[in-house]
């Protein structure tokens, strides 16, 4: 049998998207935590190595590209 593997989210090493991972929100790659999530332990003060005890193994090289999805992201956002 064939390991799965998530699929790569644009360009992104570390961020992925698919759907039978956490219901297609973007993810980092080896772990089940959600970018959104990762982002939310920083804004509250984490450190990686606080999210990798907390929640299981974390690459720290995530960081810069979760930083820069996430910039993306709000800058693709229009307002009304």
Sequence with gaps: MRDWEPAAYK??????????????KLAV????????FVLACLAEGMSTEE???TY???????????MKVASELLDSQRTN
């Design 11 to 24: 360009k992104y090493n570390w961020i992925v998207r698919d759907a039978d991972l956490l219901g297609g």
């Design 29 to 36: 790659r080896g772990t089940r935590l959600s970018v959104s």
């Design 56 to 66: 299981g193994p974390f690459p720290q090289e995530a960081i810069p590209e979760i």
């Design 51 to 53: 999210i990798s005890q």
